[in-house]
């Protein structure tokens, strides 16, 4: 059984930063795709960042160049580093195989940039 366990979120100010961590067991990690997805009030959960397991990443536009995932597949860990939050990044982080498993889905962590 997957479990997933994000971690890191909080409240910033419009232009810091955080870094995100989710810890994975029941999987294989090493040969495991990845993503970061979130979700805002009142909005479908959107894919923000995925990293394969050779480690390639991709980035959906509105983070692009702002955000980096990463992997330590010794830890079974995936990160996502936010730099320059905006508002518009407040939601709940989660992530996830990709493509993601239904019945994995975490508790997710709380991220919520406001002045």
């Known amino acids: 059984q997957v479990q997933l366990l994000e971690s890191g979120g909080g409240l910033v100010q419009p232009g810091r930063s955080l870094k995100l961590s989710c810890a994975a067991s029941g999987i294989i990690f090493r040969y495991a795709a990845m993503g970061w997805y979130r979700q805002a009030p009142g909005k479908q959960r959107e894919l923000v960042a995925g990293?394969?397991?050779?480690?390639?990443?991709n980035y959906a536009d509105s983070v692009k160049g702002r955000f980096t995932i990463s992997r330590d597949n010794a830890k079974n860990t995936v990160y996502l580093q936010m730099n320059s939050l905006k508002p518009e990044d407040t939601a709940v982080y989660y992530c996830n195989t990709r493509p993601a498993k239904e019945g994995s889905w975490g508790q997710g962590t709380q991220v919520t940039v406001s002045s």
């Open positions: 990293i394969s397991s050779g480690g390639s990443t």
